[in-house]
């Protein structure tokens, strides 16, 4: 079960589409070569999932994801780059869709906090991974930003309510590990180090900052707090949007996201 709080709207594929291997992935490629097998769920528009690709010419890569909605998108992505070794599929983390020891790699990026039971998806990466493969997996674990904003704070504590409330488990980089070795990795299976995202030039800023603003405006996001707490909360929304714009104008103005990574070896 997905306890995704958001949906596949423009504002929120465009947020999504920025992530490419390089920015997301790093840790990840000095382990790949040119023939491997990877899954990659929770794939959303593809751009890390047909970047991968490109790592693995003689290779094939499956971007997995819940809905069909995104994978239109990710499917146009991979022809306008010429990326042939690519499937685009739907299916459930929780179970896969696959036979045991399928894949040199299972990689997931920003999924593990939107699932109710991230145990459960461990073991199905770990049942489908070959011995001697790798899941690897990168999430959130805490924000900080420059300057002080109210409604950046207002959105971080809303956005995390919400995300509690539907059974999810928002920002658990600096633990995700603990459920790897729940769910059969034992601990010296499992390699953790940890990146970072920041945002602060005016082009960075319009992206990160303008992006989350639009979504407060319009996305799954706002659909599902409005149901859960009322139409009242339209203000709070708002003055998130507002706190975000400004924000974005701040010539001194820092973002800064840092994850969890791990990889484990099977």
């Known amino acids: 079960m997905a ?23 790093a840790y990840l490629l000095p382990h790949l070569t040119p023939t491997m097998k990877i899954l990659d769920i929770g794939c959303g528009p593809g751009s890390i999932t047909v970047d991968l690709a490109t790592y693995i010419p003689q290779g094939h890569i499956t971007g997995l994801e819940y809905s069909e909605d995104p994978l239109p998108a990710a499917r146009d992505l991979a022809a306008s780059r010429g990326v042939e ?18 894949f040199d790699v299972v ?15 461990m073991r199905e990466m770990h049942r489908v991974a070959k011995s001697g493969g790798i899941v690897a997996a990168r999430e959130s674990a805490s924000f900080n930003w420059f300057p002080e904003n109210k409604g950046i704070e207002a959105w971080l504590e809303l956005a995390t309510r919400v995300a509690r ?45 303008g992006g989350m603003a639009r979504r407060m405006e319009g996305s799954g996001f706002v659909d599902q707090v409005v149901a859960d707490e009322g139409e009242e ?34």
Not at 85 to 102: K, R, S
Not at 240 to 249: D, L, P, Q, T, Y
């Open 3 to 25: 306890t995704y709080t958001t949906n596949h709207a423009p504002s929120v594929l465009a947020t999504h589409g920025w992530r490419t291997a390089q920015n997301s992935a």
């Open 85 to 102: 070794n690519v499937t685009f599929i739907t299916g459930d983390i929780h179970e896969l869709p696959f036979e045991n020891d399928t």
């Open 107 to 121: 990689h997931v990026h920003q999924v593990l906090q939107h699932i109710a039971d991230p145990v459960q998806a």
């Open 165 to 209: 409330a539907k059974g999810g488990n928002p920002h658990p980089g600096n633990m995700m590990h603990v459920w790897a070795t729940e769910a059969g990795f034992a601990r010296e299976q499992v390699k953790r180090s940890a990146g970072a995202w920041c945002f602060s030039s005016p082009e960075e800023r319009e992206y990160w900052g």
């Open 233 to 266: 909360v339209r203000e709070v929304l708002k003055g998130i949007a507002k706190g975000w714009r400004e924000w974005v104008e701040e010539e001194d103005g820092w973002f800064g996201v840092l994850h969890g990574e791990m990889l484990c070896f099977k």
